[in-house]
Nanobody
């Protein structure tokens, strides 16, 4: 079993920054890709960013381009989300997701991820 643990959420003023971290642990995990999704109260979960380990290609939702940056370490078990210029509408629970690549993966499709973290709250005040 693979576990994902997020950290780094919190309360920040509009215009501020936060850095989220996610670590995968458990049995030997050969990750194909990892990503971040978010869900605001009363809204559906939406894709934020993802990284495919083999190519290091990064994928972003349009609404975060230029503000958020996803990165990972060489172990392919940790992924980070640097969030700058935060806005109140970025307020949500941010969840980390990972896939071992056993099935067709689509960066923005939550159904193609195998493992999920519990999520970390990000609140941006105006």
């Amino acid at each position: 079993q693979v576990q994902l643990a997020e950290s780094g959420g919190g309360l920040v003023q509009a215009g501020g920054s936060l850095r989220l971290s996610c670590a995968a642990s458990g049995r030997s995990f050969s990750g194909y890709a990892m990503g971040w999704f978010r869900q605001a109260p009363g809204k559906e979960r939406e894709f934020v960013a993802a990284i495919r380990w083999s190519t290091r290609i990064r994928y972003y939702a349009e609404f975060v381009k230029g503000r958020f940056s996803i990165s990972g370490d060489n172990t392919k078990t940790r992924v980070y989300l640097q969030m700058n210029s935060l806005k109140p509408k970025d307020t949500a629970v941010y969840s980390c997701a990972a896939t071992a690549g056993a099935r067709t993966w689509s960066s923005d499709d939550s159904r193609t991820y195998d493992y999920w973290g519990q999520g970390t709250q990000v609140t941006v005040s105006s």
